[in-house]
T-cell receptor, first 111, second 115 residues
Framework: KQEVTQIPAALSVPEGENLVLNCSFTDSAIYNLQWFRQDPGKGLTSLLLIQSSQREQTSGRLNASLDKSSGRSTLYIAASQPGDSATYLCAVRRGGNKLTFGTGTQLKVEL | DAGVIQSPRHEVTEMGQEVTLRCKPISGHNSLFWYRQTMMRGLELLIYFNNNVPIDDSGMPEDRFSAKMPNASFSTLKIQPSEPRDSAVYFC?????????????FGAGSRLTVL
């Protein structure tokens, strides 16, 4: 059974700092991995999707990497802003359309 | 596009009552998912449909839960009878295709409280 772990569970950083969120999964036979953002009381917003054949994806200040063989992905956020405060979730897809989600990292960026 | 639309956004009901949650996926998306989110268990997949057909309902907790997708633009998740432990946020999501290659788009969720 696929298990997805995110460390740390919570993180607080000052504005402007670069930061890395970690995601690890137990079964490396994945099809792709997706990073989401969830604001309090809201749904999930997709940030980046990395196919299993890719090593990284970039969108603005966000960069996600994937090391399938070691079962790891990282989400790098450059020059963090208070508006980045949210819970970040990673999810892996093994086959078909079924996603397994991590428990999330709650990020707070302080002024 | 208005995105994935869910209703109601909030529902408070008493134990034993029937609850029906509704979802309209993005037009053109042929895969639809129902997830449940709680503090204790995080996000759990309940059921998903491809082309209106249920593909995997192994996440449905018990017989009190049922889901239907009568057409490509509408799905329901029903709980009958509801219990306090069903209190959670229920999300609907949709995507194009069946291979899992595309981004999954979520609705805003339905927050259910069973007293």
């Amino acid at each position: 059974k696929q298990e997805v772990t995110q460390i740390p569970a919570a993180l607080s950083v000052p504005e402007g700092e670069n930061l890395v969120l970690n995601c690890s999964f137990t079964d490396s036979a994945i099809y792709n991995l997706q990073w989401f953002r969830q604001d309090p009381g809201k749904g999930l917003t997709s940030l980046l999707l990395i196919q299993s054949s890719q090593r990284e994806q970039t969108s603005g200040r966000l960069n996600a990497s994937l090391d399938k063989s070691s079962g790891r992905s990282t989400l790098y956020i450059a020059a963090s802003q208070p508006g980045d405060s949210a819970t970040y979730l990673c999810a892996v897809r093994r086959g078909g359309n079924k996603l397994t989600f991590g428990t999330g990292t709650q990020l707070k960026v302080e002024l | 596009d208005a995105g994935v639309i869910q209703s109601p956004r909030h529902e408070v009901t008493e134990m034993g009552q029937e609850v029906t949650l509704r979802c309209k996926p993005i037009s053109g998306h042929n895969s639809l998912f129902w997830y449940r989110q709680t503090m204790m268990r995080g996000l759990e997949l309940l059921i998903y449909f491809n082309n209106n057909v249920p593909i995997d309902d192994s996440g449905m907790p018990e017989d009190r839960f049922s889901a239907k997708m009568p057409n490509a633009s509408f799905s329901t998740l029903k709980i009958q009878p509801s219990e306090p432990r069903d209190s959670a946020v229920y999300f609907c999501a949709s995507t194009r295709g069946e291979s899992g290659a595309n981004v999954l788009t979520f609705g805003a969720g339905s927050r259910l409280t069973v007293l």
